[in-house]
């Protein structure tokens, strides 16, 4: 018998770290999403936050179009999605394309900072959506073209990923044994000794 939505949720979070938010150690990417929506309330909230990131010379360089469950917006972000996103993330109440602008507005030179400006912005709103009791899923498997076209998206803004918003369900209700498999797959991320260096290749001293 598989996992509950709920034990599967409590499966998911990082080890605790103390003095570490606890929204960063909670969230996760489900892929198994019930139908309610997420309130405009809510929705207010999670991009106030990502209003609020920093970003390079105050740019702020991103842009997000968001489609409600219901809306054409919605079926043209689905439509934009490549094969695999498109067998879960349509249920999902709240899908949602990033862009940034390529160039800086004052002086129009490359921004060179856009996308990981956009980053950024895109983290504070899941960590939001976490509070929030909100899942999301970010997904880089986006048709770039299709969805400038469908959403009309301007030259001078690059397309970033996807994002699928809602509320976490059962994973049987996913109806695939391979996404099943992942939504229940153990999560995992390289020790700090590989990713934070005092010099090049040398583990910082956390201890």
């Known amino acids: 018998m598989t996992l509950s ?19 960063v150690l909670e969230r996760w990417s489900p892929r198994a999403f019930t139908q309610r929506e997420v309130s405009k309330q809510d929705l207010h909230r999670i991009f106030e ?3 609020w990131a920093p970003s390079s010379n105050n740019e702020q360089p991103w842009r997000y179009v968001v489609g409600i469950k219901g809306t054409s917006t919605h079926e043209k972000i689905f439509a934009s999605l490549m094969g695999f996103n498109q067998a879960w993330a349509g249920k999902a109440p709240v899908l949602i394309v ?4 390529s160039k800086m507005s004052n002086t129009g030179s490359p921004n060179m900072f ?7 912005a895109s983290a504070y709103m899941v960590l939001q959506a976490t509070a929030l009791g909100i899942a999301s899923h970010q997904m880089g498997g986006v048709d770039r073209e299709k969805a400038r076209t469908l959403l009309e998206i301007p030259d ?9 918003l809602g509320y976490q369900d059962e994973p049987e209700t996913l109806g695939n044994e391979e996404l099943i498999k992942r939504e229940l797959a153990p999560r ?5 000794e590989e990713i ?3 010099a090049w290749g040398e583990p910082l001293d956390l201890r």
């Open 5 to 23: 939505a709920s034990e599967v949720n409590a499966m998911k979070h990082a080890p605790k770290v103390d003095g570490v938010m606890p929204e």
């Open 49 to 51: 936050a990502a209003r």
């Open 98 to 101: 990033g862009a940034a602008k």
């Open 114 to 120: 856009a996308f990981h400006d956009m980053g950024a």
């Open 156 to 164: 001078e803004y690059e397309i970033g990923a996807a994002i699928a």
């Open 188 to 192: 995992s991320r390289k020790p700090l």
């Open 196 to 198: 934070a260096f005092s």
